[in-house]
């Protein structure tokens, strides 16, 4: 699904217009009945009070506009203009019109004197600020924002939370509303799945306002929500006469004393995914632990006991993994920058690899073109320095990535992938994950679509996905506090059939005949 920046909202806006020869507040009309629509289905006209606080622009149009639907329906409204600047929208000013010609007068905010009373079991709507805000918010308007947090009332934002920006960081955060749920129109927007911002929109959805169709799939987006619909075009199906040489031979390059599972899971989620043959390569001590527990996987061992010293193999695989458990001995850095000068097969790079790298950026150029690098957020600012923000972090990214002529994996709740200027945003995934060794086995998982044949971008897009959906199916039988790596491997399979899954059609409920009894 393609994410779009605020200008490009806007410019669809116009264009819709134009093109199907509607006034802008008819489009805040379709907005205003698609949040009455989403709301009323959910409380069927129930007796709970809703307070509706409006900005004055046009997200605080839709805010008056849905007022107005919720009062024909016989809802318990109040409704409050929050006055924080004398420059109205124009549909603003007609919604609110319409809201007075209907007896019903909002108050107006403009100081922090006369705050209404919330209960907590009341629901706020915020329609304060949309994607217009482009300064910060009044100290009064933030004392608002907190008033509404105190009243531990359900937050439903209209658009985005307000007081968050669509193209920078947060300045104050008490001066953003912390949603519990946000109804985002047309398009999700990049905020809901940074870090530093995504944490303001606990869930939300989106909701269809007709925007011109065409503009929206010819407008070149920078940014991908990656689901479902996305992966499926990449999948490579199994063909009935393949042999085992066929899906790829991948080198999975790790290890140290007391680091030999960190290989071991990036071998069995390598394995999972469907790589043909998985050899690891790994310190002397490692050998009999990866025979013992994961007899698919062959070994070769380094002529260091404790260490990678050395790395020499006679195999030619089609893809190499290096970094899990690998430690920063001197000898390892040596053998690691060796490997570099030596080898133009593909590499996925992770962990110590990629500190190494960090501490040592000459070697960056070593790298084969269309490397992946998984760094976490951790190794990323080792790679590519601080940041002040995520917007900034996402420019150095992608500054990088071009440099070195790499994809860039950047591992979170939400993963980014980068490569060529653009961000594919993973949707799946679950605080369950944050688990030792889960970011091993992408790291195997990636490496195995490679040696499969997917061109690098599309294994790192299709590994996250699948490595979040495994995650994703594999708590459904240990919760979320008893997920471990291993297990996210194993369910890989499980993710792989997901694929094919139709979505389940919920059933009407027969009408009972209560005179029938
Ligand atoms: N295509 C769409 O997505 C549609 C968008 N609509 C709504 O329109 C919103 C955008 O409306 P606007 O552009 O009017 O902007 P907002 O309603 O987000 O902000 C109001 C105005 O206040 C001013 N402002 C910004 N920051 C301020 C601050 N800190 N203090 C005081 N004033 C400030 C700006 O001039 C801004 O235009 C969307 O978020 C959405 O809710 C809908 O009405 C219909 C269609
Ligand atoms: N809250 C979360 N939601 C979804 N996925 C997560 C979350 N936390 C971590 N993950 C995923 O788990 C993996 C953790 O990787 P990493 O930090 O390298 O762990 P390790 O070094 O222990 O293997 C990453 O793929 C990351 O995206
Ligand atoms: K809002």
């Avoid at 905020?191 to 989106?206: A, R």
């Avoid at 380094?302 to 899990?324: C, H, L, M, N, R």
Wanted: proline share 5%; hydrophobic share 40%; glycine share 8%.
């Amino acid at each position: 699904m393609k994410i779009f920046s605020g200008e490009q909202i806007y410019e669809a806006d116009r264009f819709t217009i134009e093109k199907q020869g509607i006034t802008s507040d008819a489009l805040m009309e379709r907005a205003a009945m698609q949040i009455f629509n989403w709301l009323h289905l959910r409380m069927q006209g129930a007796p709970v009070k809703i307070h509706l606080f409006c900005g004055i622009g046009n997200n605080g149009g839709d805010g008056i506009a849905l007022a107005r639907h919720l009062q024909e329906h016989g809802y318990h409204i109040a409704v409050y203009v929050v006055n924080y600047s004398q420059a109205r929208s124009k549909d603003f000013l007609i919604n609110l019109e319409r809201l007075k010609d209907r007896k019903i007068w909002p108050e107006f905010l403009d100081s922090d004197k006369h705050f209404p009373e919330i209960g907590r079991e009341d629901i706020v709507v915020d329609a304060i600020f949309g994607i217009g805000l482009n300064r910060p918010p009044a100290p009064w308007v933030v004392n608002l924002m907190q008033h509404l947090h105190r009243s531990e009332a359900f937050i439903l934002s209209v658009d985005v939370p307000s007081g968050l920006y669509t193209n920078k960081g947060i300045e104050n955060p008490d001066a953003v509303v912390k949603a519990n749920f946000v109804l985002s129109f047309q398009a999700p927007k990049l905020v809901f799945f940074l870090p530093e911002t995504g944490v303001y929109s606990n869930q939300w959805e989106i909701l269809d306002i007709g925007l011109d169709q065409e503009y929206l799939m010819q407008t070149e987006n920078e940014y991908d929500l990656i689901g479902k619909n996305e992966v499926l075009p990449l999948y490579k199906p199994r063909e009935k006469f393949a042999h085992k040489g066929s899906y790829g031979h991948s080198l999975i390059i790790g290890g140290s004393r007391g680091k030999i599972g960190a290989v071991h899971l990036a071998a069995r989620g390598c394995l999972r995914v469907g790589s043909g043959l998985v050899t690891t390569y790994v310190p002397k001590c490692g050998l009999t632990p990866l025979q013992s527990n994961l007899p698919e996987a062959m070994v070769i061992n380094d002529s260091d006991e404790y260490y990678i010293s050395k790395i020499e193999f006679d195999i030619t695989p089609k893809a190499i993994a290096i970094g899990v458990g690998l430690g920063k001995e001197k000898t390892t850095i040596r053998a690691f920058t060796n490997f570099l000068k030596a080898n133009d097969l593909p590499l996925v790079v992770d962990a110590d690899a990629l500190n190494i790298l960090s501490e040592n950026k000459t070697l960056l150029k070593l790298l084969p073109k269309e490397s992946v690098l998984t760094p976490h957020p951790k190794e990323l600012e080792r790679l590519i320095g601080t940041w002040k923000d995520d917007f900034e972090k996402l420019k150095k990214a992608k500054a990088f990535s071009k440099k070195y002529d790499c994809v860039l994996v950047i591992k979170g709740a939400h993963t980014i992938t980068i490569y060529e200027g653009r961000g594919y945003i993973n949707s799946t995934g679950n605080p369950g994950m944050a688990t030792a060794g889960s970011g091993d086995v992408l790291t195997g998982i990636i490496t195995g679509l490679i040696a499969q044949g997917y061109p690098s971008l599309n294994a790192a897009v299709f590994g996250v996905y699948l490595h979040g959906r495994a995650g994703d199916i594999a708590i459904e039988e240990t919760g979320y506090q008893a997920l471990i790596a291993s297990a996210i491997a194993d369910t890989v399979g499980k993710a792989y059939i997901d694929l094919f899954k139709m979505p389940e059609v919920t059933q009407q409920e027969e009408p009972q005949d209560e005179t029938a009894k």
